[in-house]
């Protein structure tokens, strides 16, 4: 199987693609894993799930753009379905960044796995035959060998992974999260984080999701049939609750002295951020291996640091401007000296590594963060589940001119 460019001209070419899929087609048969190599068309891509989410998670093409296609091709009542999981990704970055403290016990707490993988023998050749698909339950070693190749895992794929990962196989859920941002390319600390918590019973409480043979049977169109899965998930538990922190929308920023435009791996369409002008310098940053501590594997790297790559080149040529990276070990404080530019603007950083990363020198030089549209109307919405934020959308999201 062959992976897409990182570009946002490839973006374009495969929603263009995809587009006559969002319907009647999404809706029926998206659940299906048909799997990596089946059901695709020439350019060896699956047809019936959208496969676009490395570059709506590096924002080569941008959730908004998604829904405006599906409208546009389908009507919005036609897209439901698609426009609901596109909503879904927008809840889950909304609530993460209204409870921070979730990443950060994340962080800690798999760290703390990796040390008791250390020092009990037991634990550790589990995670290993788990993440070397040397289980012996089938379908489950299937996926692990798929996310390693490949970067990517169909949805229904990665429910069941998690699942068999938690309650089968009783590994630390922080740990199937850890290797899934390892591999996927797509990786992202909402969606990620938040859907292992789901799948294990801690995102709705109490509530978990069990694998079952006959279920992977069906939507793998009978390639696997497993035994010896869990009968039953009993949630886990955690002493802690989270508390909402609101989120603060930063005005835009004004109109003033020339300034540097950021460009990271978390955002990487620059022409279509709300401006005060042209920026005068574009600098790129990358930070995959950020998000793990055993660092990424070549496919989430190169997909990521290509992203900007492609987006330093494009915002340079419609900014009129010149780009350079900020290489490792540099001082950003430097770089904006060495052009004699004191305001520097950057793309919102979500919560996750790259924000730990960077996010702290990026604060030191007095930065102006700049929040998409899209985000600002979606995110405050997820202060609860999923469903107020789906029959909120159409309201939030009239003012951007999209009519759900
Ligand atoms: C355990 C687990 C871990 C996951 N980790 C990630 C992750 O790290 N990054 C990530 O982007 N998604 C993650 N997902 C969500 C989902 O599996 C992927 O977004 C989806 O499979 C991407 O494939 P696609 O682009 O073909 O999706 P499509 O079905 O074509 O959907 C279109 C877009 O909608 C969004 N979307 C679809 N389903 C979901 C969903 N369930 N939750 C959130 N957004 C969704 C994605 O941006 C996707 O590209 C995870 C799901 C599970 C169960």
Redo the contacts with the bound molecule.
Sequence with gaps: MTYPQPTRNAALSRLSDFAANMGHN?AHK?NFDYGANANVAEDLWRDN?????PF??HKLIT?QE?IAAAIATHGAQGADK?IS??L??GY?KGWLEQRPQVWTDYVTNRDDKFAQLKTQGGLRKIYEQATEGRTGIDAFDHWAMELVETG????HA??W??SIWIFTLKLPWELGADF??QH?I???AA??TL??R??GGLHTKGKTYLATKENIAQFTDGRFNPTGLAAEAIPLEEDVSYKLRPLKIPPVPPNAAAFALLVHDEDCHPESLTLPGKPALLIGSTGADSKSPNGVSDNVRTFANSAVADALARGAEHFGCKAVMWEKGEKLGSIMAKAGLERLLSPWLPVGALKDAIGGEIGGNNVRWVMRDYDAAIWPLATKGFFPVKKKAPDALRALGMEL
């Excluded at 799930?49 to 989410?53: C, F, G, I, K, Q």
């Excluded at 990517?152 to 949805?155: A, E």
Aim: hydrophobic content about 50%.
């Design positions: 999404y998206r799930v959208s496969r676009l989410s709506i998670r959730e998604l698609f999981e596109v879904w990704r889950f990517y895992l169909h949805n990665r429910m992974f998690a899934f941002l996927l797509d990786g992202d969606s990620n859907s292992w789901w799948v």
